[in-house]
């Protein structure tokens, strides 16, 4: 019983909780209706966003297309099923779900934090 109750408690420590939102609209508002939603559950603390999309991937109905860049990572290029239109300058912003703000590296690089929330928004430059 003390052996489960400590194991548990382990496991809480090292997994954590991403929520990923999704808005198809171009230009929407971030605060949504949002397109789609998914919880991302079992999440090793320190994992990328990139490695959280992916496992998304596995164990839901989240979808997504990337293009690696020499040194900056993953650039995410199509998600839920929708390109980006490079030509009409379209492309799939990365964004704090919570509080509307760009995240500042890409999803390779950012580190999401237990309950952070990641917003994938379609947006015009
Ligand atoms: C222009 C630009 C963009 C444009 C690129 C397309 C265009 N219309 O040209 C747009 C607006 C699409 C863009 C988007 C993003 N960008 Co940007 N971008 C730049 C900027 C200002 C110049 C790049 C450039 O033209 N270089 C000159 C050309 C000749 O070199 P290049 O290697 O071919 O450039 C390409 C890459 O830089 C690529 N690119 C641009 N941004 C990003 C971001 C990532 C993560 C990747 C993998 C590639 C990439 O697009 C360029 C054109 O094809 C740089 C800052 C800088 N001064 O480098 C930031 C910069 C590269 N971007 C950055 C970021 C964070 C992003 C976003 C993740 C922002 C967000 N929160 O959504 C998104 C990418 C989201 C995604 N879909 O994965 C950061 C990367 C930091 C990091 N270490 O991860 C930089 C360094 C700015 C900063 N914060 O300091 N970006």
Known sequence: MSINTECAGQEKETSIHVK?????????NWKGPYDYVQ???????????????????????FTFKSINDDGLGE??????????????????????GATG???????S???PKDRDEVLFQLKQT
């Open 20 to 28: 990923l939102l999704v808005i198809k609209e171009l230009n929407g």
């Open 39 to 61: 919880n991302v559950t079992n999440v090793l603390g320190g994992s990328t966003l990139f490695e959280v999309m992916q496992l998304a991937e596995r164990t839901g109905s």
């Open 101 to 107: 703000k760009l995240l500042p590296v890409g999803a």
């Open 75 to 96: 650039f995410i290029t199509s998600v839920m099923g929708v390109d980006a239109n490079q030509e009409k300058n379209d492309f799939w912003e990365l964004l704090d």
């Open 109 to 111: 690089k950012y580190i």
